[in-house]
């Protein structure tokens, strides 16, 4: 069952198996404003915090399947952690290149904790022990299965921007189509982390285990990620914790954010058994997008 649904998705025909290729964009930063959801200046921090925590998240990503591929004998899934490595990695740069220009040019240093979630991606899905021995290989898979476990909370995510109206909120056109195209990427490829930990042996308890650790410790992330914006924000008050938590929470009440019954749904879907995440979204509503992003289109 899908948590988001848009009248015009069911409009487009499934397109079925696609092969998963990275597409160039092309953006234009100029004059990009901080608080680019200019009547949600706190939830555009909290995606800005994402905005910070996706490329070394991603680049982590790709070590980790770059060292699994060796390992991998069935081709078709070779052929998806090959598209899957090329669409992160340009989604990793892309969201690199905003940084000057959505956090320098407005006067916020990010560095402090950019270092932060580079320390605590290198740690968790970072390469540690090599995969010539017995506990290297193992480490892998305990890698992988994380790796199953955020794509799934980044393909819900993506669902939720494809399906969502942030225009309401004056939202910033490239920036919008910046998510809406990562999003929409996210949803096609969103079955390929799975099968590649569903290949390595990752089971019902330690998927389950792993995303219990792996969901809230993300969220947890991303507030502490608005808290250091808004408190470098010169345009903001300095909110301690609880008032910015009511004010995220004010944002997901306005559809501003994706809401904390639609996160709890989605997190807990990974439980059932059989799982697939082939219900998060639709593949037909993020190709339909990606052939008509701005972005994608100014670099075709």
Known sequence: MRLFRNPASGQVTDPGQVALTARNVRFDWTGLPLHWMKREPIASHVLNALNLLLPEGERSFLATFGEALPFVRDEKLREDMLGFIG?????????????????????????????????????????????????????????????SSLEHFFAFLGDWVLNSELERFDADPRMLDLYRWHGAEEVEHRHVAHDVAEYFGVGYLRRGALMVLVFPTFLVLLVRGTKYLVHRDPALPDLGYPRLLLAILGSMWRGALPGVPALLVSALSTFKPGYSPESVGSTAQAIAYLAQSPAARAAS
Not at 96 to 115: C, I, K, T, W
Request: no cysteine; hydrophobic share 35%.
């Open 87 to 147: 669409q992160e990695s340009m989604h990793a740069e892309t969201h690199a290149d905003s940084h000057e220009m959505l956090f320098h040019a407005n006067g916020v240093d990010p560095r402090p904790y950019v270092q932060q979630t580079e320390y605590l991606f290198r740690k968790t899905v970072g390469p540690r022990r090599s995969t010539a021995t017995r506990a290297g290989r193992q480490q892998l898979v305990d890698r992988l299965a994380v790796i």
